[in-house]
């Protein structure tokens, strides 16, 4: 995944770039300086943050995606003070960020009923984006929450599961099933 697929960049394997040419080295700048009470910092922080929070959320939190990733940002500036790492920032704000996207899909299935869901303003073909999201709709939040994690963030299944506090096991047959799913609601 590029910088462009996930709004956050992401440092190639085994490459090792100039400090100022390196996106970890600037996050990790701001994560320090975040963390000893910077505000221009903590605001910049958020900022970089921002766009890769959004992209998790959307797929997950479908109608509630702002909700999702107000809260998930929320988390992020509250849990901030605890990180260790500045160099694990990407890592634990997908965990927040996937868990608080989950809470609030959960939330909005008891309170929205499913012809309230608006359309999906995509930059490719309109009509597949409707289409994608009019599928996602219909799936389970634990679903769709699996499907981002795998498609979209790449992770493998240990990975995914300790993401979502569920096991290996149940990272396999819940992304069986949710494939399964979105492959037979995609063909009608």
Known sequence: MTEADTGFPRPGPGARQPADEDPWAKAALLVRAAQSGDALALNDLLDLL??????????????????AVQEALIAVFQGLPRLKDPRALYAWVRTITVR???????????????????????SHSPEVAADVRDVLRRMSTEHRA????????????RSAGQLLNISCGTVKSRLHRARHSFRKAWAR
């Open 146 to 157: 699996i499907l981002v994690l795998r498609e979209l963030e790449g992770l493998d299944e």
């Open 50 to 67: 921002t766009p890769y929070v959004s992209r998790l959320c959307r797929p997950i939190a479908l109608t509630d995606t702002s909700d």
């Open 100 to 122: 608080e996207a989950v809470r609030v899909a959960r939330r909005a299935e008891h309170e929205t009923p499913v012809g309230e869901f608006d359309d999906v303003p995509s």
